[in-house]
């Protein structure tokens, strides 16, 4: 009988560790996301928590430093200043005017720090002046063959 007593605790402390890590995990991977405008909102430790923002970055304010890339993102007439210091490089994508998302936490001087940057190019998912969008039919395809 011991020996099933010492091998259900073994197991009961594996199980406990077990749904520790993934507890402590689970919280540490949250990220809200929130616009430019509810960030100056928040208080206390909602201002320190892991978060996404998105905007459109302003003309004119990227630059290149060494180690990190400074720009500011501008939406519903706000501004934020961002400072990128991830190791990824930045997505080709990322040009003045262009929607990006950021993720990180704030700054304590009113930057925010943002390890990972994602963006797009809204003008290269719109149809071309003059057209309708979208492909042209075939021959075959507009006869119903």
């Known amino acids: ?3 099933q007593v010492k091998f ?12 520790f890590l993934a507890w402590l995990g689970y919280g540490e991977s949250k990220t809200y996301y929130h616009t430019i405008a509810e960030l100056q909102t928040l208080k206390g430790s909602e201002k320190t928590q892991r ?7 302003a003309p004119g304010t990227i ?15 706000k501004t934020l200043p961002i400072t990128y210091i991830g190791t990824d490089p930045l997505p080709d994508t990322f040009v003045d005017k262009s929607q990006a998302l950021v993720e990180g936490r704030p700054g304590p001087d009113g930057r925010f720090v943002a390890e990972v940057v994602q963006a797009k190019c809204a003008s290269k998912y719109e149809a071309a002046p003059g057209g309708a ?3 042209k039919a075939t021959p075959t395809e507009r006869s119903g063959m």
């Not at 605790?9 to 406990?16: A, E, K, L, M, N």
């Not at 978060?51 to 970055?57: C, E, Q, S």
């Not at 630059?63 to 007439?77: I, P, S």
């Open 133 to 135: 969008g979208g492909a």
């Open 1 to 3: 009988m011991k020996k």
């Open 8 to 19: 259900g605790v073994g197991i009961g402390v594996i199980v406990v560790s077990m749904a």
């Open 63 to 77: 630059r290149h430093l060494t180690g990190r890339t400074d720009f500011v993102l501008e939406g519903e007439g």
């Open 51 to 57: 978060m996404r923002l998105g905007g459109t970055v």
